[in-house]
């Protein structure tokens, strides 16, 4: 608006000092003309055109400024119109959004329902750890733990998306893991998956016809307390150990819990092995090797991350979180965390 106006006053500056300059130079040069003479005089009276050429110049002007300030306030008018319509909108958007976070808080509070309580954890995880990051307020991933006489069950969760959908998904793990082993009284973790996947199919009405995607990757442990003897199975997701100070992967089965997929499944196979003191495991979802980060913003991968757990697993469990937990933010630094992170470790003692 100030560039207009600016232009506008070069514009007849220029056009006036233009005017002045001729009629400086004509013989009958009249310093000083009225009001009267510029629009009501005639040429005879000054043997010029002057007063004509003076007048026209003037209606110039006047319909020039007249036509700026309206158009000027026409602007002003539909800025403040559209400003006003914005922050109408505005106000609209954050209520909405305020609504749905608001909505998703309260998700939160009851997902983490499902997470087990601190008596479980200070049961069955009394010498383990479980790091637990999810990406958005709600997660796709989490962690199962219960203790069924000597035995402790161990198991990691990762649902199809993350966010509220991952969300929704955990919800019918949550309910199929826990009928599985607690009112099916199911021990073997090959059984415990083959009945969480024929649940699954059952709730999202998975078919031929209807082919819902939507699956989880699942890692289960049951661990005898006394012998130390530890069973194994996993659908897409491996069993990580370190035993007389070597790295160990107990192998999952390529398929997933829930979802249509082509040809026959082969169920998972049950790894039974032999603990002793100081042995550990790790069961964790892909989010951990999947972050991006680092000098070169490239993923953390798998080698990393059992480096790193092989590393420090002598240290306290403790010890371990908080290194993973510091190890992963180091890395991602200012990026965004791409996934849910979880990771459930234990050593034997």
């Known amino acids: 608006m100030k560039k207009m106006y600016l232009i506008s006053f070069l514009v007849l500056s220029f056009s006036l000092f233009s005017q002045l300059d001729s009629l400086k130079k004509h013989p009958h040069f009249k310093k000083h003309l009225t009001w009267s003479d510029t629009f009501f005089g005639s040429e005879d009276m000054y043997q010029v055109c002057y007063p004509k050429d003076h007048r026209s110049m003037f209606y110039f002007i006047i319909i020039f400024s007249i036509t700026t300030v309206v158009f000027g306030l026409l602007i002003i008018y539909i800025k403040h119109h559209s400003n006003k319509r914005l922050k109408e909108k505005n106000e609209i958007i954050a209520e909405q959004n305020k609504d749905l976070i608001d909505s998703i808080n309260y998700s939160q509070r009851i997902q983490q329902a499902i997470l087990p309580d601190k008596k479980t954890e200070e049961i069955v995880l009394q010498?383990?750890?479980?790091?637990?990051?999810p990406k958005h307020i709600v997660s796709g991933d989490f962690y199962w733990l219960h203790k069924c006489d000597d035995m402790l069950f161990f198991a990691v969760i990762d649902c199809t998306g993350h966010g509220v959908p991952?969300?929704?998904?955990?919800?019918?793990?949550?309910?199929?893991?826990?009928?599985?082993?607690?009112?099916?009284?199911?021990?073997?973790?090959?059984?415990?998956?083959?009945?969480?996947?024929?649940?699954?199919?059952?709730?999202?009405?998975?078919?031929?016809?209807?082919?819902?995607?939507?699956?989880?990757?699942?890692?289960?442990?049951?661990?005898?307390?006394?012998t130390n003897e530890l069973k194994f199975a996993g659908a897409n997701m491996s069993l990580t150990y370190v035993q007389n100070n070597e790295l160990k992967i107990a192998n999952a089965g390529k398929c997933s819990v829930g979802s249509v997929q082509e040809g026959d499944i082969v169920l998972p196979t049950t790894h039974?092995?032999?603990?002793?003191?100081?042995?550990?495991?790790?069961?964790?979802?892909?989010?951990?090797?999947?972050?991006?980060?680092?000098?070169?913003?490239?993923?953390?991968?798998?080698?990393?991350?059992?480096?790193?757990?092989?590393?420090?697993?002598?240290?306290?469990?403790?010890?371990?979180?908080?290194?993973?937990?510091?190890?992963?933010?180091?890395?991602?630094?200012?990026?965004?965390?791409?996934?849910d992170i979880t990771i459930v470790g234990y050593t034997i003692v």
């Open 272 to 339: 039974t092995l032999k603990f002793n003191k100081e042995d550990s495991f790790y069961l964790y979802s892909d989010g951990y090797a999947d972050q991006f980060g680092g000098p070169k913003g490239k993923k953390y991968k798998y080698k990393q991350l059992e480096e790193l757990l092989l590393l420090n697993h002598t240290k306290s469990s403790q010890e371990q979180k908080e290194i993973l937990n510091s190890s992963i933010e180091n890395w991602k630094g200012n990026l965004e965390q791409v996934d």
């Open 127 to 133: 010498n383990g750890f479980a790091l637990y990051k």
């Open 166 to 226: 991952g969300a929704l998904l955990t919800m019918l793990a949550y309910n199929a893991i826990n009928k599985a082993v607690i009112e099916k009284e199911i021990m073997d973790p090959t059984a415990i998956l083959d009945s969480m996947n024929t649940d699954i199919k059952q709730a999202l009405k998975q078919n031929k016809d209807n082919p819902i995607q939507d699956s989880m990757e699942v890692g289960i442990v049951s661990l005898n307390a006394k």
